[in-house]
């Protein structure tokens, strides 16, 4: 069964750092572009990252552009979220997605896992 | 970035009927539109890609048409469990964006 568990978030204080983590498993993580999307308390959903298979390209949002580092292990098949100098609109469920088609940037995205929420106060 | 504006905000619909949603982005996105569906507490599950394909186990009452700015969400003979959020979305350029969300309650 193709899966994704997120992992790491928690209450943490504005301007602190968290690392969110994604074990894949089901699939063949390497060859598979991942992204984090967020969905606040009662809203929508905004993208925030993606990243290649071999986690060499990533892309931002730019609302964390320059705040939040995206990368992965792929002889450990996990994504990790590195999200540094937090505020409070970054409180949210973050959820670790896989796009339909391997080696595909342009693609929707397949399969989600449950998410992992993030609680940004002091 | 390319806005992506869904209407209706909410839609009002009786079991059996139909349902049609609609999707506008703020500039060409080709076919690379796609729908999901996210029920309270769950995660959002990919019902439609590439504007018209439906996804692995999507029943043959969701269907998905359009090109280029417009785009439109059709669920024929609504059931209960289609009572959801839906979500249009654009994977043709960075960053990816999403609509607002249409709220289909039955």
């Known amino acids: 069964e193709v899966q994704l568990v997120e992992s790491g978030g928690g209450l943490i204080q504005p301007g602190k750092s968290l690392r969110l983590s994604c074990a894949a498993s089901g699939f063949t993580f390497s060859s598979y572009v991942l992204s984090w999307v967020r969905q606040a308390p009662g809203k929508g959903l905004e993208w925030v990252s993606a990243?290649?298979?071999?986690?060499?390209?990533?892309y931002y949002a730019d609302s964390v552009r320059g705040r939040f580092t995206l990368s992965r292990d792929n002889s450990k098949d996990t994504l990790y979220l590195q999200m540094n100098s937090l505020r409070a609109d970054d409180a949210a469920i973050y959820y670790c997605?896989?796009?339909?088609?391997?080696?595909?940037?342009?693609?929707?995205?397949?399969?989600w896992g449950r998410g992992t929420m993030v609680t940004v106060s002091s | 970035e390319i806005v992506m504006t869904q209407s209706p905000a909410t839609l009002s619909v009786s079991p059996g009927e139909r349902a049609t949603l609609s999707c506008r982005a703020s500039q060409s996105v080709n076919t690379n539109l796609a729908w999901y569906q996210q029920k309270p507490g769950q995660a959002p599950r990919l019902v439609i890609y590439g504007a018209s394909t439906r996804a692995t186990g999507i029943p043959a009452r969701f269907s998905g048409s359009g090109s280029g700015t417009e785009f439109t969400l059709t669920i024929s003979s609504l059931q209960s469990e289609d009572s959801a959020v839906y979500y249009c979305q654009q994977y043709n350029t960075w960053p990816r964006t999403f609509g607002q969300g249409t709220n289909v309650e039955i």
């Open positions: 997605a896989k796009v339909r088609t391997g080696g595909n940037w342009y693609d929707a995205f397949d399969i």
């Open positions: 990243i290649d298979g071999g986690g060499i390209s990533a």
